[in-house]
T-cell receptor, first 118, second 111 residues
Framework: GAVVSQHPSWVICKSGTSVKIECRSL??????MFWYRQFPKQSLMLMAT?????????EQGVEKDKFLINHASLTLSTLTVTSAHPEDSSFYIC??????????????FGPGTRLTVT | GENVEQHPSTLSVQEGDSAVIKCTYS??????FPWYKQELGKRPQLIID?????GEKKDQRIAVTLNKTAKHFSLHITETQPEDSAVYFC??????????FGTGTSLTVIP
């Protein structure tokens, strides 16, 4: 399968600061990337769909001004958690979607980023 | 949006026995159903998937069945081994759209 990386793998930040997480598709061009949030022992919650060159589509209940997503190229999407609070502490996972004829098929996950806000 | 339910939340089986995990979905437009295995601290890995134009797919010890009328699909693992122990997630997607995940099943295979 395809290789997707995330950076950083773990970040600790103080409350009120902003944190940027990068998601890179290393061996294929991903027109669409997804961002998920996963709490301990829970499922993946889709936060937003990121399309290259256009604005991200956010799921209901996800604050777009707090979770800024930029998909500047076919291999890079970034998630910026602005004015982080302790309740934002979570595991954030991105995925890059492969497409066939413009239709999304499989998705390949990054290793995740653990965010701890103190 | 799509609502995916998954049962059971935990499952313990003896090594060599079969394990079955079931998921239901709400949006009849969903047409792609992948299953992921996530080991502790690792990323989810796709293990098998099925599209709405087929009713069953098998890959060695793993099989998935889909009932579009009832809107449910199931993962079957036969001859379970300790290394099958992990959390399994089902998902439903409208190809070209988002992926919605089930709540996960923690499978333990007892040697």
């Amino acid at each position: 399968g395809a290789v997707v990386s995330q950076h950083p793998s773990w970040v600790i930040c103080k409350s009120g600061t902003s944190v940027k997480i990068e998601c890179r598709s290393l061996d294929f061009q991903a027109t669409t990337m997804f961002w998920y949030r996963q709490f301990p022992k829970q499922s993946l919650m889709l936060m937003a769909t990121s399309n290259e060159g256009s604005k991200a589509t956010y799921e209901q209940g996800v604050e777009k001004d707090k979770f800024l997503i930029n998909h500047a190229s076919l291999t890079l999407s970034t998630l910026t958690v602005t004015s982080a609070h302790p309740e934002d502490s979570s595991f954030y996972i991105c995925s890059a979607a492969s497409t066939r004829g413009g239709v999304i098929y499989e998705q390949y996950f990054g290793p995740g980023t653990r965010l701890t806000v103190t | 949006g799509e609502n995916v339910e998954q049962h059971p939340s935990t499952l313990s089986v003896q090594e060599g026995d079969s394990a079955v995990i079931k998921c239901t979905y709400s949006d009849s437009a969903s047409n792609y159903f992948p299953w992921y295995k996530q080991e502790l601290g690792k990323r989810p890995q796709l293990i098998i998937d099925i599209r709405s134009n087929v009713g069953e797919k098998k890959d060695q010890r793993i099989a998935v069945t889909l009932n579009k009328t009832a809107k449910h699909f199931s993962l079957h693992i036969t001859e379970t081994q300790p290394e099958d122990s992990a959390v399994y997630f089902c998902a439903a997607s409208i190809t070209g759209n988002q992926f919605y995940f089930g709540t996960g099943t923690s499978l333990t295979v007892i040697p």
